[in-house]
């Protein structure tokens, strides 16, 4: 030690309980040695203390460290800063894809066609993910979520996966040797040029004798003339009817019955948060490009 023990004990009171605690600090401190380690995976020498057998107990067996337990969802909303009971993007885009399957498979025995079960499908699974609030809504909203990344992984890993099969590739040469050898691409794209050449002609044809005929009958200008009277009939009768309303007082008990549904406070809370969406996503596109600097 620096110090002579002596001195220290010569101090009274706090100032020599004070010193002799220092002391014993320093001899502590100087019991460790600092040695240096080579970390297989990062490849880095990093510096660690060796401690004395008789200080074991004392030593950390474990490195602390502060993680945050999101997914990639929770972080995706809140770097959006959207509520709770606000759908994302990512979430509708999978309900259309849910929406799809399950019309896809209810609607041959419900509606008749496979085609229009896929259609409302794809229509009322957005709906339920917008309107849908508290825990029944936030599992919709977490099913969308999952059909939107497995869509998205299988779009990007079928290609490659059908591409590596042995029975494709080997498909795919004979099918290349086979056009090599008899000329059918050529045969075909020759087939098909001649084809749309033809289909143009006719068209071009078609409409010169439309035109023509429209000059001699003059369809096309009673057709507008009844359009227009149509149109000025319907106004008329809008205008009327708005008038009754109004004098009667329907049109003011409508309005409260609409505005109780709460549909327009609605719309312009999503209208809100979409203008501020679009200002924080320009926002952040502008500090990027600041970061990025001149190039």
């Not at 229009?116 to 825990?135: R, Y």
Request: proline share 4%; glycine share 8%; aromatic share 6%.
């Amino acid at each position: 030690l620096d110090w002579p023990i002596s001195w220290v004990g010569h101090c009274g009171g706090a100032a020599g309980q004070a010193m002799a605690m220092l002391a014993a600090s320093q001899v502590l401190v100087s019991s460790f040695a600092v040695t240096h380690y080579c970390n297989p995976h990062t490849k880095r020498l990093v510096a660690a203390q060796t401690v004395p057998h008789y200080f074991n107990i004392c030593k950390p067996r474990h490195s602390l460290s502060m993680r945050f337990a999101w997914t990639t969802r929770e972080i995706t909303r809140m770097s959006r800063m959207v509520r709770p009971d606000e759908p994302l993007e990512e979430e509708l885009q999978g309900l259309v894809v849910l929406g799809i399957l399950v019309g896809a498979c209810f609607g041959k025995p419900m509606l008749g066609s496979t085609v229009l079960g896929a259609i409302f499908g794809a229509q009322i699974g957005p709906f339920l993910g917008s309107c849908l609030v508290g825990p029944t809504g936030d599992q919709v909203r977490a099913a969308g979520w999952v059909a939107n990344v497995q869509s998205r992984k299988l779009l990007h890993d079928a290609p490659r996966a059908v591409r590596r099969l042995p029975v494709v590739t080997l498909l795919v040469a004979r099918v290349q040797q086979w056009d090599a050898n008899t000329g059918t691409s050529r045969r075909v794209v020759h087939f098909v040029r001649c084809n749309l050449m033809l289909a143009k002609q006719q068209l071009v044809r078609a409409r010169h004798r439309l035109q023509r005929w429209d000059a001699e009958t003059g369809t096309s200008r009673r057709a507008a003339r009844l359009v227009r009277y149509t149109l000025m009939l319907a106004r008329q009768k809008l205008a009327r009817a708005r008038q009754w309303a109004d004098s009667s007082g329907l049109t003011h008990r409508i309005m409260i019955l609409w505005r109780k549904t709460g549909i327009p406070s609605w719309y312009s809370d999503i209208t809100s948060r979409a203008i501020l969406n679009s200002r924080i996503a320009d926002l952040r596109a502008r500090q990027r490009n600041d970061a990025a600097g001149p190039l």
